[in-house]
């Protein structure tokens, strides 16, 4: 009887440093679900909004390559003729007030022409094709493209030159970013407590910034792309930066 007693009080504190044990674990365990849960929370409670910003720029430099060709039944006759033509173009470019520096002249393309490219039959070599390329570049956008503008005068000499139109370029777009982004990034703000106000919210800070491609469009335009627009056919520009912030909420 005494022997099964003092088995009996042994046995406890065995027993009671098992529970122990169980319990701390379980409270080790719960305050690591608890800490999850309130980081998961955290993650969950932020809010994500688009901020744009535009601005109008005009180009500040401009690319303007006019073409002249002449077509001849030998190389050599087609040569001179193009010769003579070249001259007079030049001279036209000096007289309208194209710098020496600004104008690169290409070297000559020749192209043959056969019966297949006049819709006729036959084969051979009916003649050829030669072609000047001439190509002004220059900060001084509103000069060339006055230029450009008076090449019908050329086409009324019976010299035909033809140019595509002037391609204006905005050159100083990085330094223009950094204004752009932290206005875009002050219109998500300012959209982002618009919300949150709604909801009778608080909004935090700043949790992630993703920055868009930069559109550089014809103003007015609509058009977009992935990869980021870049309109040269007029002089004036927008530029638009758009970007996406996550706030977090309190």
Do not use: H
Request: net charge positive.
């Amino acid at each position: 009887m005494a022997g099964r007693i003092v088995a009996g009080m042994r046995g406890r504190p065995d027993a009671l440093l098992v529970g122990l044990a169980l319990l701390a674990v379980a409270v080790f365990l719960g305050s690591i679900f608890i800490g999850r849960g309130i980081r998961d929370r955290g993650r969950n409670d932020v809010i994500t909004v688009t901020g744009s910003a535009k601005k109008r720029i005009s180009a500040d430099y401009v690319v303007w390559t006019p073409a002249l060709s002449v077509e001849g039944g030998s190389v050599a006759s087609a040569s001179e003729d193009i010769a003579r033509s070249a001259t007079r173009v030049r001279a036209f470019l000096r007289e309208e007030g194209v710098r020496r520096g600004e104008l690169t002249v290409q070297p000559l393309s020749i192209e043959t022409i056969t019966a297949e490219d006049t819709g006729g039959e036959g084969v051979g070599i009916l003649g050829y094709t030669l072609t000047q390329r001439f190509t002004i570049r220059s900060p001084r956008v509103e000069a060339v493209r006055r230029v450009a503008r008076a090449t019908p005068k050329l086409l009324a000499k019976n010299i035909p030159l033809v140019g595509n139109a002037p391609q204006y370029v905005y050159t100083k777009l990085p330094t223009l970013r950094p204004e752009l982004l932290r206005a875009a990034t002050r219109d998500a703000q300012e959209r982002a407590n618009v919300l949150v106000d709604a909801t009778g919210s608080k909004l935090g800070g700043l949790r992630n910034v993703d920055v868009g491609v930069f559109q550089v469009t014809a103003p007015n335009s609509t058009e977009v792309s992935d990869y980021g627009e870049y309109d040269t056919s007029t002089q004036l520009k927008d530029v638009t930066a758009v970007v996406n912030v996550t706030f977090t909420l309190r």
